[in-house]
């Protein structure tokens, strides 16, 4: 059976590109680099070329860019970094309903020890609004922390707008930019944010390697402490093989970008569409505000997410019912009760999400496949047999 992966938000293949730079570091260049011999100078040559091109990605200064293990852990060092490096204790920081957990977590953590907390709500697309977020300040908020594209839902939030506010009252601005990486052009100075979180294999690079930007002069204290690397700012020898991997993912994902995210976005649209024209009673969550190219969330009402995915990865397609993380957890999305679906609605909402190797034909393997699966199970649901319902 062929298989069709629809789950790049979750993570995506390597790129061979990608691997190809990583061997070396794998093998014969094994130097630490920070060591002064020829070893260490060609590990540390690799590091700097690689902070280069992820600088490059996001139109940032190489020397803003620092390496971290990914996502997670340069979005915890961006929240709980600034909290820990503000003067003062009265402390209070901004966030939103539809942050991934990555984000959302740190956050409460830091409610948990006396940090006051506002988690803004969204509206039916899922948009913060820069509005709201002038009115949530008060004199003692230090930081600001809204994602850049949503993971489930693939909606960009309007983060320029609302790093004029935050630019305004001086307050840091950190985005979680996971998703969006590799996706949409990014330019630091064009959204006004003071940090952004990437990580590498969510754009065709490798696992446990992002990065986080921190805009010159914003304060940001260490997580770890215990040696020079990174600046100061973050001790560890450097997964260098990871690394040279991340800065060729951003090499790669900046040269094919607009080409790639136009006939990503084709195949996108072309698949949504055909869904939504095939199965009666479907919509497509955030569908009217602006999506990187590869997202598509479809609520088919009542089946289970989990059932769909079940049964779509039986007939070899492999897709999510929103956040991997979350998946197998009976709980309803997050992001889809913040936009405001009723719990069984949300339950009922599947996650399609193309990259690079997915092709015209899986989308139209996926047409013919996908309303057949979603037909049967509505057969076999109570809901929908009820004629006052269905
Ligand atoms: N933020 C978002 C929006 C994500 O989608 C993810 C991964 O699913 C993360 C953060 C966490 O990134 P990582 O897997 O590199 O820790």
Request: charge should be negative; proline fraction near 5%.
């Amino acid at each position: 059976m062929k298989r069709i992966y629809f789950d790049h938000n979750a993570t995506t293949p390597i790129a061979p590109e990608v691997l190809a730079a990583m061997m070396p570091y794998l093998t014969e260049e094994y130097g630490n680099a920070s060591s002064i011999h020829v070893f260490g100078q060609n590990a540390r040559e690799a590091v700097e070329q690689a902070r280069t091109s992820v600088a490059a990605l996001l139109n940032a200064r190489p020397a803003d860019i620092m390496f971290t293990s990914g996502g997670t852990e340069s979005i915890n060092h961006a929240i709980l970094g600034t909290v820990v490096a503000q003067p003062g204790k009265s402390k209070h920081v901004i966030t939103s309903a539809i942050e991934h957990v990555a984000g959302l977590d740190p956050c409460e953590a830091l409610a948990k020890s006396g940090v006051g907390l506002t988690i803004l709500p969204v509206d039916r697309e899922g948009l913060v609004s820069a509005a709201d977020i002038l009115r949530a300040i008060r004199p003692e908020t230090v930081l600001i922390s809204i994602m850049l594209a949503n993971n489930e839902t693939g909606t960009i939030e309007p983060i320029a707008e609302i790093g004029k506010v935050a630019a305004e009252k001086g307050i840091t601005l950190h985005t979680d930019a996971v998703q969006a990486a590799g996706k949409i052009s990014l330019n630091v100075d064009d959204l006004g944010v003071d940090l952004l979180s990437i990580s590498a294999h969510k754009f065709n690079g490798p696992k446990g390697i992002g990065a986080l930007y921190i805009r010159k002069g914003t304060q940001l204290s260490p997580l770890l402490y215990g040696g020079h690397s990174e600046r100061d700012r973050r001790p560890g020898t450097e997964d260098v093989a990871a690394i040279a991997g991340m800065g060729e993912a951003a090499k790669l994902a900046r040269i094919s970008l607009t080409q790639e995210s136009d006939r990503i976005r084709n195949l996108r649209d072309r698949l949504e569409q055909g869904l939504l024209g095939r199965v009666p009673h479907s919509w497509v969550n955030g569908a009217k505000a602006a999506r990187v190219p590869n997202t598509s969330n479809l609520t088919f009402p009542f089946i289970e997410g989990e059932a769909m995915v079940i049964a779509l990865d039986l007939k070899g397609i492999a897709c999510s019912t929103g956040a991997a993380c979350s998946s197998g957890a009976v709980e309803p999305s997050h992001v889809l009760m913040a936009l405001g679906l009723a719990p069984e609605d949300a339950r009922a909402t599947l996650r399609l999400s193309l990259g690079r190797q997915n092709t015209q034909e899986e989308v139209d393997h996926a047409l013919e496949t996908i309303p057949a699966v979603i037909e049967r199970l509505r057969r076999l649901s109570p809901t929908y047999k009820n004629p006052a319902i269905a």
